[in-house]
């Protein structure tokens, strides 16, 4: 018996039926273009939400966190958005999203699981929902394709824990395979496996925990889609992914206030910057990508400010280390750092870093050495 089915049998007494997992993810390059119908470019991390399921007949939802020490009880028949806060809301929005869809889905039992940290930027919480909604869907003998759950896991994120995120996190972590990278067009949700092979250049992305927990759904980053949205309409395009590179000087002229211009500015030239870094992998020049990584983070800290001084610190840090490029990743306002490097260099920069936030009294990070990995998967 799996530590997961031990955890479920102790706290429902009772056997779970399946059991799934699904990765957090780290983006390559590609941050807030999501939600302007934009490119993307995640891999899925070997770190994993776990969760074993078990249906019920009488409507009643209990779910259970081994990370969070929590126990939430709830009815189906409650379920509308807002009801819930915290990690609950993650599965409890996911049972609400298949109903709303029309299917019959009753109560459930559900033991979660994980090694994504949480609050660090690598998305637990879209994990969390794409490992629920594949046990619930796999339980009901509702078959769906990875592509329909990525947005049933978006409706859940969006419409009933209030997070207004994109489908980059669910596609990451449902549609990923390993030594890849996936391009995402988030318009038409067509995906391109890109090679990623690292081992094969010596190169490695050190991942690096600054530890300095984020909260999106404080209004910071619904601020900043709002803005973008309102920047679109003002330009008539349907979304700021309509902006070529050759159109932002003209596009920029035409905003009313600096912080507006500067939000189309870091959206355009990210695009960019995705396309840029595919055509370079494409290409088995994985070693060139740093400078568009280090741009990328440059953008993010002036143009869409989501940066904090720690993943500013942990940036300048690796790339004076050694580093190829860095760059933070996630919506920003804490989170992690990437930074790519060869692998006799990764050690040194992990440790310059933890001795530059030793110097500046920040809280000691964490690092991982980590590699493209596979998504989503049934463990039974």
Not at 61 to 79: G, I, N, P, W
Not at 316 to 336: I, K, N, Q, S
């Amino acid at each position: 018996m799996s530590p997961v089915d031990a955890a479920f049998r102790r706290a429902f007494d009772r056997h779970a039926d399946t059991v799934w997992a699904a990765p957090g993810r780290i983006n390559l390059i590609g941050e807030h273009t999501d939600y302007n119908d934009g490119f993307v470019l995640p891999v899925a991390l070997p770190h994993t939400i776990s969760a074993a399921a078990a249906p019920r007949d009488d409507g009643v939802l209990r779910f259970v966190s081994l990370q969070a020490h929590d126990r939430v009880e709830t009815h189906v028949e409650k379920l509308e958005p807002g009801m819930l806060a915290g990690w609950a809301a993650h599965p409890a929005g996911v049972v609400w999203a298949l109903r709303e869809a029309g299917y019959e889905v009753g109560g459930l039992d559900l033991l979660v699981d994980g090694t994504v940290p949480v609050g660090a930027g690598l998305s637990s919480s879209a994990a969390l929902s794409c490992a629920t909604a594949l046990a619930v869907t796999h339980l009901h003998g509702i078959l769906l394709a990875r592509p329909d759950v990525a947005r049933l896991a978006q409706r859940a994120e969006n419409d009933f824990v209030g997070m207004p995120c994109g489908i980059l996190d669910q596609s990451a972590s449902l549609l990923t395979k390993a030594d890849h990278a996936l391009f995402l067009d988030t318009r038409t949700l067509h995906v391109e496996h890109v090679p990623l092979d690292l081992a094969a250049q010596g190169l490695v992305l050190l991942l690096i925990n600054t530890r300095t927990q984020h909260q999106l759904v404080d209004g910071e980053y619904a601020r900043r889609r709002r803005t973008c949205e309102q920047a679109a309409r003002r330009l008539g395009v349907r979304a700021l992914r309509d902006i070529s590179p050759g159109q932002l000087g003209d596009a920029l002229d035409q905003l009313p206030h600096e912080v507006m211009r500067r939000r189309v500015r870091h959206v355009v030239t990210e695009n960019n910057r995705v396309l840029d870094t595919v055509r370079l992998l494409r290409g088995d020049a994985v070693n060139y990508i740093g400078r568009l990584l280090t741009a990328s983070h440059v953008s993010l800290r002036d143009d869409y400010e989501v940066t904090t001084p720690e993943l500013d610190v942990a940036v300048d840090t690796a790339l004076e280390a050694g580093a190829l490029g860095a760059r933070m990743t996630g919506g920003g306002f804490g989170g992690c750092v990437i930074a790519l490097t060869t692998s006799e260099s990764a050690q040194a920069c992990a440790t310059a870093v933890r001795q530059a936030f030793h110097r500046r009294g920040f809280a000691a990070p964490e690092h991982y050495i980590t590699t493209p990995s596979t998504g989503a998967w049934q463990l039974r």
